[in-house]
């Protein structure tokens, strides 16, 4: 059973930076997309960024050029470098993992950005 744990959410002043970390647990790391999300409260569930399995990565419009996306499979962990954080950046944001039939979520962690 895989198993994934987001961690390094918490309270950011605009302008400021935050990295997330999700340890994933089960299974062959190596072989798994990651990617992240994030909710918004009302809002529905949004793609943030991932990382596949050859570590090629793609962000969504918004996050790109301010965010970036690793992983370490020595560590079975995902990271996501989150730089320049905007209001619009709060919300739960929450660690993905894919493959084949597989589709894992962690219960995520939140991140405010306020003033």
């Known amino acids: 059973q895989v198993e994934l744990v987001e961690s390094g959410g918490g309270v950011v002043q605009p302008g400021g930076s935050l990295r997330l970390t999700c340890a994933v647990s089960g299974g062959i790391f190596e072989d798994y997309d990651m990617a992240w999300y994030r909710q918004a409260p009302g809002e529905r569930r949004d793609f943030v960024a991932d990382?596949?399995?050859?570590?090629?990565?793609y962000y969504v419009d918004s996050v790109r050029g301010r965010f970036a996306i690793s992983r370490d499979n020595d560590k079975n962990t995902v990271y996501l470098q989150m730089n320049s954080l905007k209001l619009e950046d709060t919300a739960v944001y929450y660690c993905?993992?894919?493959?084949?039939?597989?589709?894992?979520w962690g219960r995520g962690t939140q991140v405010t950005v306020s003033t």
């Open positions: 990382i596949n399995s050859s570590g090629s990565t």
């Open positions: 993905n993992a894919k493959h084949w039939q597989m589709n894992t």
